[in-house]
Nanobody, 125 residues
Framework: QVQLVESGGGLVQAGDSLRLSCAAS????????MGWFRQAPGKEREFVAA????????DYLVSLKGRFTISRDHAKNTVYLQMNSLKPEDTAVYYC??????????????????WGQGTQVTVSS
């Protein structure tokens, strides 16, 4: 089992940056692939980014590539989502999620076995 705890959300202004963190613990924490998803009010859950178990491969929602960066620190079992040039449309609850084995990247939320509690990101104009 893997437990995930997100942190780093908050209220920022358009153009600001924010870094989300997701700390993983448990038996497979260092072996899971990780992803970030977001869900805005009234909208479906949306894939944001993913990273494989060793950080060698990443994937992004095309419209976010260049502004968002996913990375992981194996020593800390933590995955990060660096978000730059934030826009009001980035406002959502952001969730980190994990899947095992974490070899192949996946954008499908159904493939993820473990989920964090979510952290709110609000971008004001």
């Amino acid at each position: 089992q893997v437990q995930l705890v997100e942190s780093g959300g908050g209220l920022v202004q358009a153009g600001d940056s924010l870094r989300l963190s997701c700390a993983a613990s448990g038996r497979y924490a260092s072996s899971v692939g990780m992803g970030w998803f977001r869900q805005a009010p009234g909208k479906e859950r949306e894939f944001v980014a993913a990273i494989d178990w060793n950080g060698a491969s990443t994937d992004y929602l095309v419209s976010l590539k260049g502004r968002f960066t996913i990375s992981r620190d194996h020593a800390k079992n933590t995955v990060y989502l660096q978000m730059n040039s934030l826009k009001p449309e980035d406002t959502a609850v952001y969730y980190c999620a994990g899947y095992f084995p974490g070899v192949r990247l996946t954008r499908s939320w159904r493939a993820y076995d473990y989920w964090g509690q979510g952290t709110q990101v609000t971008v004001s104009s």
